[in-house]
């Protein structure tokens, strides 16, 4: 069983930054790709970011590109979502999730194991 759990969202202005970190259990996180996804208020879960399980090859939403940027520490089992010069449309439930392959995905069917999410609010 995998366990997936997000922290690091909160409050910020617009043009501030977060650092969201989502720490995994079970010894098969370096294995699999991971990935990032966000969900507003009345809309459906979109792909934000992911990662190649070797950490060399990284992809990213048109909306995010350039701000965001993706990490991951394979020995702390952890993956990394730093998100700079945020605006309001950022706002939404973020939440990581571990890939069904090495590769990088961005179809949410390709993600098998999900975090609970953790909320991040821009104001303006």
């Known amino acids: 069983q995998v366990q997936l759990v997000e922290s690091g969202g909160g409050l910020v202005q617009a043009g501030g930054s977060l650092r969201l970190s989502c720490a995994a259990s079970?010894?098969?996180?370096?294995?699999?790709?991971m990935g990032w996804f966000r969900q507003a208020p009345g809309k459906e879960r979109e792909f934000v970011a992911a990662i190649r399980w070797s950490g060399d090859s990284t992809y990213y939403a048109d909306s995010v590109k350039g701000r965001f940027t993706i990490s991951r520490d394979n020995a702390k089992n952890t993956v990394y979502l730093q998100m700079n010069s945020l605006k309001p449309e950022d706002t939404a439930v973020y939440y990581c999730?571990?890939?069904?392959?090495?590769?990088?995905?961005?179809?949410?069917?390709?993600?098998?194991?999900w975090g609970q999410g953790t909320q991040v609010t821009v104001s303006s």
């Open positions: 079970g010894r098969t996180f370096s294995t699999y790709a």
């Open positions: 999730a571990r890939a069904q392959t090495i590769a990088v995905v961005t179809s949410i069917l390709h993600y098998d194991y």
